[in-house]
């Protein structure tokens, strides 16, 4: 069950980003690689959590920006706030 609930999460996380992004396509292949490497600019990023915090009802602290680099670490990110 955790795994489909990780699954779903990293599904509106790239949903959320790609949103974010358009017009562009980021390369979001690998879920570990950094977000900014993957063809997000600093505007996108931005965006990007902005619109994690206004979907998942969070407040993401400005010292947990930068650890926030990957859709990975996003993932796990939610998953601590939510449990």
């Known amino acids: 069950m955790k795994g489909t609930v990780m699954a779903t999460l990293q599904e509106d996380v790239t949903e959320i980003i790609l949103k974010s992004c358009h017009p562009?396509?980021?390369?979001?292949?690998?879920a570990a690689k950094p977000l900014l490497e993957s063809g997000l600019d600093s505007l996108d990023y931005a965006?990007?959590?902005m619109a994690l915090e206004e979907k998942f009802c969070?407040?993401?602290p400005i010292e947990d920006m930068d650890?926030?680099?990957?859709?990975?670490?996003?993932v796990s990110?939610?998953?601590s706030r939510q449990g």
Do not use: A, F, M
């Open 24 to 30: 562009s396509v980021p390369q979001l292949d690998d």
């Open 47 to 49: 965006t990007t959590l």
């Open 58 to 60: 969070i407040q993401i």
């Open 67 to 74: 650890e926030l680099n990957s859709i990975n670490s996003i």
């Open 77 to 79: 990110y939610l998953q």
